[in-house]
């Protein structure tokens, strides 16, 4: 403020001096000017245009003082109301330097004063904000309402909160209650996935509630309320190795299978056996993924096992994925996995298989199949280590946008029981029909009706009371999907 002061005096004194200067000027001109000049004015001329006597060139220059005070009591003002925070090498240094200068003509020019320091380059390190976004928020609200046409009296398990008297379905999981309108699954979900041009850092969080937490979090070591409502959570770093190597640590749903835990993404609304009983739903660790070109990828993984964040042993389940897509109609995937899952015992070794092919010949009809095979555990009651294994096929019409048929046909064959006995070990082999009309009513809402028969080798299903070995189901499904960049 105060060198903004100097300037105004400066410029205002050096406008003084020269309003002075020209009125001495004005006056010499009058005392030097010739007579034949002065006989040529006429007595007409007004007496303003008359030259300023001193007198009035002295007022003239004193009215131009009391304006300089006025402006010096303003400028007084406004310093006490901003104060004085104007730094010493801001711009107005150099221009009460110019104005200086010129008022000054005689005086050499001082030199110029060095330029300011550049500003610091920013950081070029991740900041805050390019970690944190931009992310997508998506979510779905799925619900349900199932009919069992054998009237199964079961009491529902430990995993099912509520009312212990809640009719179940066999050999089901995420679609188990019946007679009842039933929550299934909500979920929210935060993904912000790196990317080599904005941000290496990524994460993807889902937060999930319902029925289906409760069945993917039931066999958690820590037991059910362990984290069961984060259904996913990691973070993601895309190492600088080729194209990108991703590098995943934290809970992710398992690679496994050809359906997945969210209704929504399957064709079919109830969950396959292959899906329930042969392989897990999630997995605690280390993965890492590179994709190669858009017809090869391979991922590779090191976990605590199956289905827990808590280890039940000291020993690790490692394994991989190669996906290959030779054209737009084929894609192939092949799973393994292998480590120690039995409670406190790392000599047992689990190993699994899972088989995945897709074709779609057309735009409308689309083929999948899905194969698993696992083995190593042991048991007292079998003399070698048990063995599960099972196939499941798939056939996809989509009539158009907004209608589309699917049928499921699936075998399981579970020879010692050790994957389906839930409370024997009893040795069947089951097969299913599924059938599912789907229909959008919007491109956010989907409805599907659904039509189930599973066909047991033993009576492990329910009539009532009495054990049967089939049952029939119908389930009428509502999904609703939302992502907040759509909202407005």
Known sequence: MKNFRNILVAVVTLCLMMVGASLLRAEDGKNEAPPAAASEATPSASPAAAPASPGEVSSRMQELQDEMDRIQGEMSILKKQLGASTSAASPSASVTQTAQTESTPATPAAPASPPAQ??????????????????????FVDGYYGYNFEHPHVSAPSVLPGNPATGLSGLRAFDSPYSQLSLNAVELIMDKPPDASNSRIGYHVALGFGNAMNVVGSTEPGGLGYAQYLKEAYGSYLAPVGKGLQIDFGKFVTQHGAEVIESKDNWNYSRSLLFTYAIPFYHFGLRAKYVFSDKYNFTAY??????????NNTGKTAGFQFGWNPNKKWAFVQNYMVGPEEANNNKNIRQLWDTELTYTPTSKLSLMGNFDYGRGDRIPTWANPVWWSGVAAYVKYQFNQNYALA??????????????????????????????????????????????????????????????????????????TFDLKEVK
Do not use: C
């Not at 500003?119 to 070029?124: F, G, L, R, V």
């Not at 900041?127 to 979510?139: R, V, W």
């Not at 605590?304 to 280890?311: A, L, Q, R, S, Y």
């Open 302 to 311: 090191l976990v605590n096992g199956w289905n827990d964040i808590v280890d």
């Open 407 to 480: 049928t499921r046909y699936e075998y399981y064959d579970d020879p010692s029981g050790f994957t389906t006995g839930i409370t024997a070990l009893t040795p069947q082999h089951i097969h299913e029909i599924t059938e599912t009309f789907e229909r959008k009513i919007h491109n956010n809402l989907i409805t599907r009706l659904e039509y189930r028969r599973d066909m047991a080798s033993q009576n492990t299903l329910f009539k009532g009371t009495t054990p049967v070995d089939h049952q029939d189901t119908v389930a009428a499904g509502l999904i609703y």
């Open 118 to 139: 550049a500003a610091a380059p920013a950081s070029t390190g991740p900041s805050m904000a390019s970690i944190l976004g931009p992310l997508s928020i998506t979510g």
